[in-house]
């Protein structure tokens, strides 16, 4: 071109308003597991472009139902050891309700052969008891007793309060998992009347009312732990009316949710605190008897929207998870999840009796169910056609549904 005149250069300003917030995904980390499905963290922030250089922002300017996951599957070769399974047994009665069993045994991928459970201690093992019916029982003469039915058998059979006693410190909730339309069971209010019949059994227990009050006054018991819930769409306050903790003897209150954790115990009395999402859990620690906070809570419409619409909330003490269907309109990266809170001084119980999330590959992305024990944030990913059990080691659990 050089015989040509050559133009004069030119700038022109095309734009000044600075580009909207986005998330920022660095890459992944190592994977958590040395062979098949782990996790690998991503670190994710919302960043914006300004004169030209990148700032870091508050997550909460960034789209919500946007943000990419800050852990994803990954697979660097397949598992020398896996669990392997005998034939299911025969049912266990003639007629009615049983139950059938299998062996269950860690089997080399190398020799075929079973080597020591210790080699299979970190993959998830399928159910080794199931329910059956063995066809309907000739009606029996005479009257039955109270108690002599038979009644359906699960793996962990769901026991009813006079079956069980009076003692519920560990009583299970149930959640099969489903592919089924079927409703999760609502939540009930049983918890509420207790605590209001029982001066001092608010210890442990699951408040779902709109509003209410809670004497954690002269508890006999060195901690004491309430948990706060309401459906998805709203938050939760809480004013503390009155406080006789002794915090020069260590004395403390402890509020904790999905989205905030805070602790205190001077200036306690009118304080107010906010919850950011729809579930609240407050944790008294007295160590002289006789002290203690009574609370007052309410709830409201939350102010900045923290969940999906294809999210789920479930209370319990049973139900059953059903697979979130998205609306045809949304994005189909968005990560359904179902949240589950129990009493704090319950335990969670998931089981899959059968899962079928597609053929299981080598690649790093594919269909899983995540599962998180939100009180040590650990997850669980199960995949394939794998059945399963898992327990919580709190009150409180989240199941996301991948792809």
């Known amino acids: 071109c050089q015989p040509v005149p050559k133009p004069e250069s030119r700038v022109e300003v095309c734009d000044l308003n600075p580009c909207p917030p986005r998330w920022k995904v660095t890459p992944a ?43 994803v ?73 109270p108690g002599a039915e ?22 299970d909730l149930d959640v099969p998992l489903s592919a089924g339309p079927r409703e999760p069971t609502k939540p009930g209010g049983g918890e509420e009347d207790t605590a209001k019949r029982c001066f001092l059994c608010v210890c442990g227990n699951l408040f779902l009312n709109a509003t ?5 006054t002269g508890m006999e018991s060195r901690d004491c732990t309430v948990a706060i819930g309401r459906p998805l769409r709203e938050e939760i306050s809480v004013t503390i009316l009155e406080s006789s903790l002794n915090c020069t003897a260590g004395e403390v209150l402890l509020f904790s949710g999905r989205m905030m954790w805070r602790t205190g115990c001077r200036k306690l009395p009118l304080s107010l605190i906010n919850s950011r999402t729809n579930t609240l859990i407050v944790k008294q620690r007295v160590v002289l008897p006789g002290n203690g906070v009574i609370l007052q809570y309410s709830s409201r419409t939350a102010a900045k929207k923290y969940y999906q619409d294809c999210d789920q909330q479930l ?35 998931i089981r899959a009796l059968n899962t079928d ?4 590959g080598n690649q790093t992305h594919f269909n899983y169910i995540l599962v998180r024990d939100v009180s040590t944030m650990k997850t669980v990913v199960f995949h394939g056609k794998q059945q399963f059990l898992w327990q919580s080691t709190g009150s409180q659990a989240e199941i996301e549904f991948h792809e």
């Open 73 to 145: 599957p990954c697979v660097i070769r397949t598992c020398s050891y896996e669990w392997s399974f005998s034939e299911w047994s025969e049912c266990s009665t003639s007629c009615g309700n049983g139950i059938q069993t299998r062996q269950d045994f860690c089997l080399s991928s190398l020799t075929h052969k079973p080597v020591n459970p210790l080699f299979c201690r970190r993959f998830p093992k399928a159910i080794v008891v199931r329910g059956c019916s063995a066809g309907p029982c000739p009606e029996q003469e005479g009257p039955v007793s």
């Open 357 to 360: 999330l597609g053929p299981e």
């Open 150 to 171: 038979l009644q359906p058998v699960t793996p962990a059979t769901h026991l009813t309060g006079a079956a069980a006693g009076t003692d519920h410190r560990h009583k």
């Open 212 to 216: 209410g009050i809670i004497n954690m």
């Open 315 to 349: 209370f319990g003490p049973q139900g059953e998870v059903v697979n979130p269907v998205q609306l045809p309109d949304q994005r189909q990266e968005v990560v359904c999840r179902t949240f589950i809170t129990v009493a704090p001084r319950q335990r969670i119980s």
């Open 29 to 71: 980390g190592p994977c958590s597991s040395s062979c098949g499905l782990g996790l690998a963290v991503q670190l994710v922030t919302c960043v914006q472009i300004l004169h030209g250089q990148e700032v870091l922002q508050e997550e909460h300017l960034c789209p919500v139902a946007e943000k990419p996951l800050t852990s």
